[in-house]
């Protein structure tokens, strides 16, 4: 059973499109994020959600929109791509918004974006 | 300003033992966790620190000092697959897993 999914795996795309990118988790956790992975492979948060609602909103374009319908799922919507949007996404979740040594958090496998 | 600090590579030979650092300057701490990422995977959690000392997981051990704004994870019994990035992520005082830039971990037969 997968734990926490992101659909598509791979988006190729023209600059100045707009795509979305889907995650759904099956843990019953409360808390989800997304993260951008650049090609250096550094891992930055942009956004967290606890119970659809945001409570991490990172320095980051507003093109960029989450939406979570329900706690789990958190879906990704970004407007008017641009080069330096091609990355690797990955989507996350947690069973509460605080940390302690059993509250790891679980990553989707990511979506490759490439902006062309 | 946040920063991690963790070498950018190691190399070791199968069987061996090999440490990874990480040194954190962030706002507010809450702990210190590692996570491993295979090429082409996601990140998996590995281990978290919220008190000093170390900690064993199987043939993984991580070990935090608060004091000294360190803590470094250890590889026993190295494996082939082992071969991975591995990073070190501060828990920061709004929740938030602020990452390092990772380490490459190559193993050698």
Known sequence: DTAVSQTPKY?????????????EQNLGHDTMYWYKQDSKKFLKIMFSYNNKELIINETVPNR??????????????????ELGDSAVYFCASTSS????????QYFGPGTRLTVL | GQSLEQPSEVTAVEGAIVQINCTYQTSGFYGLSWYQQHDGGAPTFLSYNALDGLEETGRFSSFLSRSDSY????????????????FCAVVDSSYKLIFGSGTRLLVRP
């Open chain 1, 64 to 81: 960029f929109s989450p939406k979570s319908p329900d706690k789990a799922h958190l879906n990704l919507h970004i407007n008017s791509l």
């Open chain 1, 97 to 104: 918004g605080s940390f302690s040594s059993t509250d790891t």
């Open chain 2, 71 to 86: 803590g470094y994870l250890l590889l026993q019994e190295l494996q082939m697959k082992d071969s991975a990035s591995y």
């Open chain 1, 11 to 23: 988006l190729v795309t023209q600059m100045g499109n707009d795509k979305s990118i889907k995650c």
